[in-house]
């Protein structure tokens, strides 16, 4: 079992920046990579941002150049460093992470970019 905790969400203005952070612990020897992903209303939960045990990283189109997603093994936390923010940036944020048996998943971290 792994548990996730997500921290750092919040209300933020069009073109502000917003970092997101999210603790693992349990059986985390068993993690091959992390991520982040959002949920809008009425919308399916996708893909943000992942990244490997290797540092390997992959982001989704509509992110990309405004969000960096890092990680420290040594304390097991994964980051997102999100910045020139956009309305449509408005979502639950998720933290993922994944196992050889199956996926793990944060309560949820809600991103609100409005003015």
């Known amino acids: 079992q792994v548990q996730l905790v997500e921290s750092g969400g919040g209300l933020v203005q069009p073109g502000g920046s917003l970092r997101l952070s999210c603790a693992a612990s349990?059986?985390?020897?068993?993690?091959?990579?992390m991520g982040w992903y959002r949920q809008a209303p009425g919308n399916q939960r996708e893909l943000v941002a992942t990244?490997?045990?290797?540092?390997?990283?992959n982001y989704a189109d509509s992110v990309k150049g405004r969000v960096a997603i890092s990680r420290d093994n040594a304390k097991n936390t994964v980051d997102l460093q999100m910045n020139s923010l956009k309305p449509e940036d408005t979502a639950v944020y998720y933290c993922n992470c994944r196992t050889p048996r199956t996926a793990y998943w944060g309560q949820g971290t809600q991103v609100t970019v409005s003015s």
């Open positions: 349990g059986s985390i020897f068993s993690i091959y990579a």
């Open positions: 990244i490997t045990n290797g540092g390997r990283t």
